[in-house]
T-cell receptor, first 111, second 111 residues
Framework: DSGVTQTPKHLITATGQRVTLRCSPRSGDLSVYWYQQSLDQGLQFLIHYYNGEERAKGNILERFSAQQFPDLHSELNLSSLELGDSALYFC??????????FGPGTRLTVL | AQRVTQPEKLLSVFKGAPVELKCNYSYSGSPELFWYVQYSRQRLQLLLRHISRESIKGFTADLNKGETSFHLKKPFAQEEDSAMYYCALSGHAGGYQKVTFGIGTKLQVIP
């Protein structure tokens, strides 16, 4: 599959814990975007990386951080987890231009 | 600042009835508008973009700059159209391209 991949698919953890979500963009795509999707808030943009550099920040909490590595994969780190962080986390990639290709998402459940 | 508003969280229509999913935007320049769709248990995917002016799966959307709208329409709804629909705007902010998504509208087609 040459599309965007995300691991893990599901993650169940406890409040106060720290997790790392991983995203591999499509081959050749330099941009990676992270989104949080919840029932009441829809799709919320978190952060955008382009070729290893942070390009834009959205509604990302200070407890959350991300990075993009030289091989262009990206990780989203969520710490001091709260119940309200339970959501679907999507990664998307693009080469140039605004069309984004989404991954299947990681479902995070915080108990 | 750029903003996308989708006023309806849920839209229910009967099979065969016309569908109109509303999207209004706020942007000072010339925007690029998109509709993304997310079917149950599938990843978000691009449905259509205003510059292509094409019809996909019977859906069309016209950019109305006077009303700053990009409503998605289909004359006869099908059960397989049931999905989550997101309107998105691509503009430039601080020298970078920025994509903003609306909160999404869940379309429910009643058999």
């Amino acid at each position: 599959d040459s599309g965007v991949t995300q691991t893990p698919k599901h993650l169940i953890t406890a409040t106060g814990q720290r997790v790392t979500l991983r995203c591999s963009p499509r081959s050749g795509d330099l941009s990676v975007y992270w989104y949080q999707q919840s029932l009441d808030q829809g799709l919320q943009f978190l952060i955008h990386y382009y070729n290893g550099e942070e390009r834009a920040k959205g509604n990302i909490l200070e407890r959350f951080s991300a990075q993009q590595f030289p091989d262009l994969h990206s990780e989203l780190n969520l710490s001091s987890l709260e119940l309200g962080d339970s959501a679907l986390y999507f990664c998307a990639s693009s080469v140039v231009g605004p069309e984004q290709f989404f991954g299947p998402g990681t479902r995070l459940t915080v108990l | 600042a750029q903003r996308v508003t989708q006023p309806e969280k849920l839209l229910s229509v009967f099979k065969g009835a016309p569908v109109e999913l509303k999207c209004n935007y706020s942007y000072s320049g010339s925007p690029e508008l998109f509709w993304y769709v997310q079917y149950s248990r599938q990843r978000l995917q691009l449905l259509l973009r205003h510059i292509s002016r094409e019809s996909i799966k019977g859906f069309t959307a016209d950019l109305n700059k006077g009303e700053t709208s990009f409503h998605l329409k289909k004359p006869f709804a099908q059960e397989e159209d049931s999905a989550m629909y997101y309107c998105a705007l691509s503009g430039h902010a601080g020298g970078y391209q920025k994509v903003t998504f609306g909160i999404g509208t869940k379309l429910q087609v009643i058999p």
